[in-house]
């Protein structure tokens, strides 16, 4: 929002979420150095950590010793200051962290989903979450959950492993406590790993990052700036459903010939002639794990290279600087290096081969979804207009 159209209110807060957005994406910064990201002078700084201090948003405490010389503090989150929930619900468990400005995401309930169904899971997770906010009346701010799924707006469209379709998440927070409201975001895995790999991890400083997870089937995001492409419902980035593959096969969405019946553990089950997996993710990592005779080679060979031509019809498409993997998308990639290469460089249009984007494997491993869920709710809370909320809170 342009800064003339913010309320009083907002622009008095704008010199603040700018700090913070330095504090966050620099744990650890010193007043000095955040002042020079800002341009800003000494003096400014101090009244603007000043002023945090007292709205219990940031505090400066001494650095670690690293020899001698002056003595020298560093910003970080305000032991009394907002806090931030993210759940991450997997097709066999569910996982709850509680996080704050520049702090990572602290796991501090979790469970196995069992033969729960979903209003069951839900009813657990809402208990969890219910709990810790009555701990700490006021100071959770937002709730994201990352779900291993379809999700469109609030409503969980498609969870293959589990077999569950339209399931209402808007329930999840739970009631209002002490009169205050929680505001609650719900996102897709893959695209909440693409953000904390944009942000944090092996794609930061990237303008463009794409990013692909595979687990049960292939999802993912294009990153811009930092910000994912979420759709007008966050049901963007659904890739493992562009007809890249077999058009014989029916996918479970509905659609026929789906990128995500080639690039998983059930592809894997087919080209060794193996009944289809009721837990696909283990399968494979079972099969990427065995001693490579030649059926096994092969089997790894065709998911490789299905793997890495769809992807490269995908930089075709977006045009990123930069390609990050993450789930069964790492070891399949480092089980059949030259297959895999192979294809994605055949996929390319002629004058991208010479300067493809280049892939790495994720950074966050199989905590990026929970780390991106709880930048997200971060970033909901540090706006201009949540930021003045709090300080009204606090006062």
Known sequence: MPQDQRSPAQQRWFGAAQLIGVVRAEPGITRAAAAHRLGIGSGGAADLVSRLRRARLLDETPAPATGRGRPTTVLGAHPDGPLVLAVELRA?????????????????????????????????????VTGLRRREPGRIRAVALSVAGTVSDRRLVQFTNRGWTDVDLSGLVGPPTAGDEVPMLVGNDATLAGLAEARTGAARGSRTALH???????????????EPVTGAHGAAGEYGHVPFGD??????????????????????ARHLGEPAPEDPVGYAREVLARAPDDRTRRAVESVATA???????LVNLHDPDVVTLGGLAVPLRAAAPEAFDTAYRDGLMAFRKSSAPEVRDGAHGDDGP????????????????????????VG
Do not use: F
């Not at 687990?215 to 990153?223: D, F, I, K, Q």
């Not at 058009?247 to 894997?268: F, Q, S």
């Open 247 to 268: 058009r014989d096969l029916l996918c479970p969405c509905g659609a026929r010939g789906c990128w995500d019946l080639g690039v998983d553990g059930r592809a894997l």
């Open 307 to 313: 793997l890495g031509a769809g992807m490269g019809g």
């Open 212 to 226: 692909l997870l595979v687990a049960v089937g292939l999802g993912g995001t294009l990153v811009v700036d930092g």
């Open 92 to 128: 066999g468990d569910w996982r709850l962290a509680v996080a704050g400005i520049g702090t990572e995401p602290r796991v501090v309930a979790q469970a196995v989903n069992g033969d729960h169904g979903p209003a069951q899971l839900l009813a657990d997770v809402r208990e969890a």
């Open 370 to 393: 929970l780390r991106g869920a709880a930048q997200w709710a971060l970033d909901h809370v540090t706006t201009e207009a949540s930021l003045a909320q709090w300080a009204r809170y």
